[in-house]
């Protein structure tokens, strides 16, 4: 994601009363640059006002310390300052965000997301566009008799024009559609995404349809793994095996039930009998026996 060059600070930002109760503080400096500083980095990040090392990795008080170039506990005290002033808060996963980030956006950090999201749905548009057209058979051969070659070409392309134009409305109201939905279902299965997870999950509607995203966050939900990391190891274990629609999961899925139906019979299609006495016994934790069924790569 590409990074906001601009944030906004109004001439009367020291007339502010969170900011003119920082400046009575002891350390009340350190306190204000370390709060410029995270508004610059959340404006690198641009991610909705989050402040993170990676998308997976938020900035710990340590971190911090270091990339600001102050003692750790000066970082300390600012974060808990901020922190009840309402200035920042912290997710569920430990990611810090400026709150109200809105006030500190500028036009052109604004206008470049919106860019992002209209090259996305472009791209989706187009990759629907490509797919309805390999579905295509060109069956019919049309041939006009009393029209010269030039107005049936004219005629071909408005045809054409008209064609697109409503397969881009079309594509376009799809794929809003699509992440509205899986928008509400991780909503009301996980927890309200933030914005870096809804930025996440809109990422898979490049590679995968609405509702095998969809069936990922319903698996993370029925081995009670409710966390954006477990659904994306589902994705990534579906892609690995080039399970991109519906029609492909729905394929993987049955594959998988009759390999381990046939597992759990003898040669002759006779169910194996096991000897439990004999039967070396372990004990698993209620999260071991959850991993042992989906690998989410650490």
């Not at 030039?150 to 008209?162: G, L, P, Q, S």
């Not at 040669?267 to 042992?292: C, M, T």
């Amino acid at each position: 994601m590409a990074e906001v060059k601009w944030i906004k600070i109004t001439t009367n930002m020291f007339e502010d009363e969170k900011i003119d109760f920082i400046e009575s503080l002891p350390e009340a400096d350190a306190i204000l640059i370390i709060w410029i500083k995270l508004l610059t980095l959340a404006g690198k990040c641009n991610a909705g006002g989050f402040v993170f090392l990676t998308e997976k990795i938020p900035y710990t008080e340590e971190m911090l310390s270091h990339k600001f170039r102050r003692p750790l506990n000066t970082v300390k005290l600012a974060l808990k300052t901020l922190l009840e002033l309402e200035m920042i808060e912290f997710d569920d996963d430990s990611f810090l965000k400026i709150t109200n980030w809105n006030k500190h956006q500028n036009i052109e950090g604004l206008e470049r997301i919106r860019e992002q999201n209209r090259l996305r749905q472009q791209k989706y548009r187009d990759k629907q566009k490509a797919l309805k057209e390999g579905n295509k058979k060109d069956n019919v051969k049309i041939t006009l008799r009393n029209e010269t070659d030039i107005e049936v070409e004219e005629e071909v392309d408005i045809d054409k024009e008209v064609e697109a134009v409503e397969d881009e409305t079309a594509a376009a109201a799809l794929y809003d559609d699509g992440y509205k939905s899986i928008i509400k279902t991780f909503s009301e299965n996980i927890h309200p995404p933030s914005p870096i997870e809804s930025e996440r999950l809109s990422k898979w509607m490049d590679d995968m349809e609405v509702d095998v995203i969809m069936a990922a966050i319903e698996e993370a939900v029925v081995y009670n793994r409710r966390n954006i990391k477990y659904i994306e190891g589902i994705l990534n274990n579906w892609l690995s095996s080039n399970v991109k629609t519906k029609l492909a999961l729905d394929a993987y899925k049955r594959d998988w039930q009759d390999k381990k139906q046939k597992e759990g019979q003898a040669p002759g299609g006779l169910n194996k009998q096991v000897d439990f006495a004999n039967y070396e016994q372990h004990e698993y934790s209620d999260d071991d026996l959850k991993d042992l069924f989906v690998d989410i790569g650490g």
